[in-house]
């Protein structure tokens, strides 16, 4: 089954600095990954989405993540944190073959420190 | 373009009473999945709607039911509530197959069992 796991349920870094949010996945198939973004009280949106082409992927705000196979990663960066980036991050995946569904990891928090 | 709206945005009910939950899907999709996002959690997969057909289920019981309308608008029910029924109910949109399976997401609606 289709699964992802958030290593981190916390994470915090200055202003100004790189941010690294992981994210590991297990998948039976060639994998669709997904990052969501949620504010709070808010709904989910979409930063960005892997679907087999390029392995190195850019979203909205700044934020890009790299598919890497061998490591079955697909962790999210975004090379200097704005304030405005405080909120719940999660990393999902297609729920397998045939399968619509969206699987979501346990989502980490990112706080950011003026 | 609209987006997905969900309403109402809060309800509270009371434990056995039931509820329903509406959700306006984003112009052009076919197909609208729910979510069930407790506290601290990442989103969990309720079922699935495609064309007014139920298109998936996820480990949800039957008193969580489902129906999408011929303009594509969908609505949870939920029976026999329960207190931990409590949570952000989520509604997603998508163009289903053969689209590049990306969900977009409502606001939610918050509901709380007393």
């Known amino acids: 089954a289709q699964s992802v796991t958030q290593l981190g349920s916390h994470v915090s870094v200055s202003e100004g600095a790189l941010v690294l949010l992981r994210c590991n996945y297990s998948?039976?198939?060639?994998?669709?990954l997904f990052w969501y973004v949620q504010y709070p009280n808010q709904g989910l949106q979409l930063l960005l989405k892997?679907?087999?082409?390029?392995?190195l992927v850019k979203g909205i705000n700044g934020f890009e993540a790299e598919f890497k196979k061998s490591e079955t990663s697909f962790h999210l960066t975004k090379p200097s944190a704005h304030m405005s980036d405080a909120a719940e991050y999660f990393c999902?995946?297609?729920?397998?073959?045939?399968?619509?569904?969206?699987?979501f990891g346990q989502g980490t928090r990112l706080t950011i420190n003026p | 373009e609209t987006g997905v709206t969900q309403s109402p945005t809060h309800l509270i009910k009371t434990r056995g009473q039931q509820v329903t939950l509406r959700c306006s899907s984003q112009?052009?999709?076919?197909?609208v999945s729910w979510y069930q996002q407790a506290l601290g959690q990442g989103p969990q997969f309720i079922f699935q709607?495609?064309?007014?057909?139920?298109?998936g289920r996820g480990n949800f019981p039957p008193r969580f039911s489902g129906l999408q309308f011929p303009n594509y608008s969908s609505e949870l029910n939920v029976n026999a509530l329960e207190l931990d029924d409590s949570a952000l109910y989520l509604c997603?949109?998508?163009?289903?197959?053969?689209?590049?399976?990306?969900?977009?997401f409502g606001p939610g609606t918050r509901l709380t069992v007393t």
């Open positions: 998948s039976s198939v060639p994998p669709y």
């Open positions: 112009s052009g999709h076919n197909t």
């Open positions: 709607y495609y064309r007014e057909e139920e298109n």
């Open positions: 997603a949109s998508s163009l289903g197959q053969g689209g590049s399976y990306e969900q977009y």
């Open positions: 999902a995946v297609k729920g397998g073959e045939g399968a619509q569904k969206l699987v």
């Open positions: 892997y679907t087999s082409a390029a392995t």
